[in-house]
């Protein structure tokens, strides 16, 4: 099933058909992902080309700026499309200085989503990702008083669907026996593979699974193999390094972002290149 000419077609997340290509909107805010855009017009032109590009979901948070890229969002697209799905985070927020600050008590969760509703515009978010863990991945411990918190405001009509973001295993399946959690968002790419076990899981499971940093980060993937296959396919690094996650499972979803809509016509196309057999496989030894 193809959408918009958009590769790798859709997947469903609860009970939305999402294509398996979406639009990070975190690069949208200033440097560091904090203050405004340095071009306002720019930003409300790249949220309008995603809609045009067939694109039916976004992934942002309140935090992103702070409120810069909700506002965004809701300036440029809204009253939404029928078929345009946003996905938001709770659990952390930004003081004055810009610096993340975790922030996860109950009465903290709840606030966070009633302002992402009201920035947004919307009487119920689509899905909303619990962010655990820290940048550098999953942190140990219980889970459970936080999608306790998810799964009443669930119950109001306030959230449609449950994820998780920087979680392991285990505390995937402590939050599953609170509330059904439809997409996790960890730490993913062709060179940081801890999660190989967990993408499996979730695809088993008919979970999605939406890997931040797809492209390395802040450190952007740098491998000999990668660039020998890219030369090979007469392709840019980036474009395989994306179609290499669609290749991965059928459950990954990406969240490719930029503030630019050349590159965000980039992405979309990189996602569709074709990849033989023997790449993926070279492909497939990286980072193990």
């Given at each position: 099933?193809?959408?918009?000419?958009?590769?790798?077609?859709?997947?469903?997340?609860?009970?939305?058909?999402?294509?398996?290509?979406?639009?990070?909107?975190?690069?949208?805010?200033?440097?560091?992902?904090?203050?405004?855009p340095?071009?306002?017009?720019?930003?409300?032109?790249?949220?309008r080309?995603?809609?045009?590009?067939?694109?039916?979901?976004?992934?942002?948070?309140?935090?992103?700026?702070?409120?810069?890229?909700?506002e965004?969002?809701r300036?440029?697209?809204?009253?939404y499309?029928?078929?345009?799905?946003?996905?938001t985070?709770?659990?952390?927020?930004?003081?004055?200085?810009?610096?993340?600050?975790?922030?996860?008590d109950?009465?903290d969760?709840r606030?966070?989503?009633?302002?992402n509703?009201?920035?947004l515009?919307?009487?119920?978010?689509?899905?909303?990702?619990?962010r655990?863990g820290?940048?550098?991945?999953?942190?140990?411990?219980?889970?459970?008083?936080?999608v306790?918190?998810?799964?009443?405001?669930?119950?109001?009509?306030?959230?449609?669907?449950?994820?998780?973001?920087?979680?392991?295993?285990?505390?995937l399946?402590?939050?599953?026996?609170?509330a059904?959690?439809?997409c996790?968002q960890?730490h993913?790419?062709?060179?940081?593979?801890?999660d190989?076990?967990?993408?499996?899981?979730?695809?088993?499971?008919?979970?999605?699974f939406?890997?931040?940093?797809?492209?390395?980060?802040f450190?952007?993937?740098?491998?000999?193999a990668?660039?020998?296959?890219?030369?090979?396919?007469?392709?840019?690094?980036?474009?395989?390094?994306?179609?290499?996650?669609?290749?991965?499972?059928?459950?990954?979803l990406?969240?490719?972002?930029?503030?630019s809509?050349?590159?965000?016509?980039?992405?979309?196309?990189?996602?569709?290149?074709?990849?033989?057999?023997?790449?993926?496989?070279?492909?497939?030894?990286i980072?193990?």
């Amino acid at each position: 099933m193809t959408s918009h000419g958009l590769p790798g077609g859709r997947y469903r997340v609860g009970d939305f058909e999402l294509t398996r290509v979406g639009y990070g909107a975190m690069q949208l805010a200033g440097p560091g992902v904090f203050g405004p855009p340095k071009d306002r017009d720019a930003a409300i032109a790249v949220l309008r080309e995603v809609v045009e590009l067939g694109i039916n979901h976004i992934d942002t948070a309140d935090f992103y700026g702070p409120y810069v890229t909700n506002e965004l969002i809701r300036e440029a697209l809204h009253p939404y499309p029928e078929d345009l799905h946003i996905v938001t985070k709770v659990g952390a927020r930004r003081d004055e200085k810009g610096s993340w600050v975790l922030s996860r008590d109950p009465a903290d969760l709840r606030t966070q989503v009633h302002d992402n509703l009201r920035r947004l515009g919307l009487d119920a978010l689509d899905v909303v990702n619990l962010r655990m863990g820290a940048v550098e991945g999953p942190e140990p411990g219980s889970i459970a008083p936080q999608v306790e918190v998810l799964a009443e405001l669930q119950q109001q009509g306030l959230i449609r669907h449950i994820g998780l973001s920087t979680v392991t295993a285990e505390q995937l399946a402590e939050a599953r026996a609170i509330a059904p959690v439809v997409c996790v968002q960890n730490h993913y790419n062709l060179a940081h593979r801890e999660d190989d076990p967990l993408v499996e899981l979730t695809a088993r499971e008919g979970i999605a699974f939406v890997p931040y940093f797809p492209l390395g980060g802040f450190s952007p993937l740098q491998s000999d193999a990668l660039e020998s296959v890219a030369k090979r396919l007469e392709a840019t690094p980036l474009a395989v390094a994306l179609a290499w996650l669609l290749h991965r499972s059928p459950n990954i979803l990406l969240i490719p972002g930029t503030s630019s809509i050349e590159h965000l016509r980039e992405n979309v196309a990189a996602a569709a290149l074709e990849l033989p057999a023997d790449a993926l496989a070279e492909l497939d030894e990286i980072g193990r």
